[in-house]
Nanobody, 121 residues
Framework: QVQLVESGGGLVQAGGSLRLSCAGS????????MGWYRQAPGKQRELVAR???????TYADSVKGRFTISRDNAKNTVYLQMNSLKSEDTAVYYC???????????????WGQGTQVTVSS
């Protein structure tokens, strides 16, 4: 069983910073690409940033230069440092991981429960 536990959301003023963390667990699985998605009210879930197991990164255009994704492979943990936050960054942020079962080699998408980020203007 895979579990992703997010932390670090909250309320911040525009221009401020927050750091999200997502810790993955599941001893029978390896954690490949990990990332963050977000969903604002009335909108579809969208990719914010993702990082491969060898630290290749992808960012949404809307967050480039403001957000930084990183990971600690030893802890199966991914981080999202969010700077210069804007009101339009307000959303529920979800952690995502592509995991592979170490015996069957089957892959699965796993999601965290979500953490609210609210940016006040």
């Amino acid at each position: 069983q895979v579990q992703l536990v997010e932390s670090g959301g909250g309320l911040v003023q525009a221009g401020g910073s927050l750091r999200l963390s997502c810790a993955g667990s599941g001893s029978s699985f390896s954690f490949n690409t990990m990332g963050w998605y977000r969903q604002a009210p009335g909108k579809q879930r969208e990719l914010v940033a993702r990082i491969t197991s060898d630290s290749g990164t992808t960012y949404a255009d809307s967050v480039k230069g403001r957000f930084t994704i990183s990971r600690d492979n030893a802890k199966n943990t991914v981080y999202l440092q969010m700077n210069s936050l804007k009101s339009e960054d307000t959303a529920v942020y979800y952690c995502n991981a592509l995991v592979r079962h170490i015996t069957t080699l089957r892959t699965y998408q796993s999601w965290g429960q979500g953490t609210q980020v609210t940016v006040s203007s």
